[in-house]
């Protein structure tokens, strides 16, 4: 019977192709529409600037104008990403310790407006690369543009200063590494090396035939005894020379004991000197009466001699315009000019010495340590420490420490570590200081050769000087700064601007000389 039921090929091989309505477009993909959609605004923008080539001229002007319009955005997306290309080719380069070249890239860097924390980080790593390679000066030259409140930045700094007085040590430079190893006490044993460097220098000192100078230096310092004999070993290179160095009377170990005991009593009498009862700004002059009050004469447009109301005072100090007074309980007055800041120690205390430089005030706390406010800061004195006295003058300052070493912002000042001293004055690059003998020292080669003098004080002037028997020595710089200084009594303290003058007697009475154009020297009535 036959099939009358309808039937297809089944869809598959042989079967024949679907035939297309006429008319019907092909269909096209998902993927191909999103392409032609993706490219319809470039094509509507081409169409568009069809409209304007029409003829050879035009087309040429319209293709520049595109082709100008193209290099402005690929500029500006170049500009955009080009500080994170600039990053991640630094990073490279200084995990591949290329140093030199990431330097000077950073640099380019930060003036370009890079990160700050990032141009840090990599300073620092930089830093660490310059200290594993030796490179101290330049870690510290790198490491002095960063945030020196970064804990990492003060980690590494340390380090290279301790790895830099190793260096000088090394080499035979035992002052400076003194000094690095001294302003580094708190750090691994750089206090015992310390000590090593001051050895050291005494037998230096020793052995060019200056035995005095070495004595002073062994009783400069707490250890010396069991230090001497490592330091003899480094200075001579050799055991059989160290053992006839401290077998003699002079280096031994029993000796340095005893040079201690015998300075003991000077000691204490440089502890028992007082100043401070004088000051000197720059046109106004200041002074502490026996009870505890103050008066002040001179310029006063910015306040600086509005000390009526002070009470309790032990000690005045005064800078170009600006005069501070440590109270009894550590606390401590200010007036005056504070437009660097120089007035912000309303929160000082357990302070037992001020001094001023012409725009900072310091102040020495009772545990030995120094802070400062003011024009410069004077971030150096973060690592002064057993601090015994301060002094301050125009653009630097300068301490005592230990058994009378010193130390000053300004390196012309700064003397050479041998030389011990009972009192210390400081202005600019000129430090003048007495020996526990009374000579005068002085970091200018040009000063005078004074004995027997009991205080000092320095000026852009010339130097100034009271002696024991009560007379004032003075050296000025030039004949023409010379007031003419007749005494009328016996001087126990002397302070100088530079321009003027002023002694406190015996008696109490003050005696001023010099510029008085605003008054500073109406001192006559005061009896302190």
Not at 130 to 145: F, I, N, Q, T, V
Not at 309 to 318: E, K, T
Request: net charge neutral.
């Amino acid at each position: 019977m036959k099939n009358t039921r309808s039937s297809r090929p089944a869809a598959g091989k042989g079967a024949p192709a679907v035939r297309k309505k006429a008319g019907q477009r092909p269909a096209v993909s998902r993927k191909r529409r999103k392409k032609k959609a993706a490219f319809r605004p470039f094509s509507q923008l081409h169409g568009w600037l069809n409209r304007y080539r029409t003829t050879p001229v035009r087309t040429m002007v319209v293709n520049s104008l595109v082709a100008m319009v193209a290099l402005i955005i690929l500029i500006a997306i170049l500009g955009a990403c080009w500080p994170g290309i600039r990053m991640a080719r630094l990073k490279k380069m200084v995990a591949g310790g290329e140093i030199n070249a990431a330097v000077e890239e950073l640099n380019g860097a930060e003036k370009d407006g890079a990160d700050e924390s990032t141009v840090q980080t990599l300073r620092q790593k930089l830093a660490s690369r310059m200290l594993a390679g030796g490179r101290m000066d330049d870690a510290l030259a790198l490491l002095a543009l960063t945030a020196a409140d970064d804990a990492e930045t003060a980690r590494l700094t340390a380090e290279a200063r301790y790895q830099k007085a190793e260096a000088l040590y090394a080499e035979g430079d035992y002052e400076e590494a003194s000094r690095l190893f001294y302003r580094l006490s708190g750090m691994g044993d750089a206090a015992s090396r310390y000590v090593d460097s001051v050895c050291a220098l005494a037998i230096e000192a020793y052995l060019d035939g200056d035995t005095p100078g070495a004595h002073r230096l062994l009783t400069s310092v707490d250890g010396a005894e069991e230090h001497i004999r490592r330091a003899a070993l480094d200075v001579t290179g050799s055991e059989n020379e160290a053992n006839a160095l401290l077998s003699g009377d002079a280096l031994n170990p029993e000796s340095i004991r005893k040079l201690k005991l015998d300075s003991q009593a000077v000691l204490e009498a440089q502890k028992s000197l007082q100043g401070g009862r004088i000051a000197a700004g720059s046109r106004h002059t200041v002074g502490l009466q026996s009870d505890g009050t103050v008066v002040a004469v001179g310029d006063n447009t910015y306040g600086q001699t509005d000390v009526s109301s002070w009470s309790g005072v032990i000690q005045v100090a005064a800078g170009a315009r600006h005069t501070v007074g440590l109270k009894s309980d550590g606390t401590v007055f200010a007036t005056g000019d504070n437009s660097r800041g120089q007035l912000n120690v309303s929160d000082w205390t357990d302070i037992k010495m001020i001094a001023c430089s012409d725009y900072d005030t310091l102040g020495l706390k009772n545990d030995g340590t120094v802070v400062t406010t003011g024009l410069h800061g004077y971030s150096d004195v973060a690592d002064w420490h057993n601090v015994t006295s301060i002094s301050g003058g125009s653009y630097s300052a300068a301490c005592l420490y230990g058994q009378g070493m010193m130390l000053s912002t300004h390196k012309g000042a700064q003397m050479k570590t041998g030389v011990l001293l009972s009192q210390l004055s400081v202005c600019g690059p000129c430090a003048a200081g007495v020996q526990p003998d009374g000579t005068l020292v002085c970091s200018w080669d040009g000063a005078p050769v004074w004995t027997e003098i009991a205080h000092v004080e320095t000026s852009t002037t010339g130097i100034l000087a009271v002696t024991n028997a009560g007379e004032i020595r003075t050296h000025f710089f030039r004949a023409s700064d010379d007031p003419g200084i007749q005494l009328n009594g016996k001087a126990v303290e002397i302070a100088s601007s530079g321009t003027h003058h002023v002694i406190l007697l015996e008696d109490g009475r003050v005696q001023a000389f010099g510029l008085n154009d605003a008054g500073q020297l109406n001192v006559n009535d005061w009896q302190l």
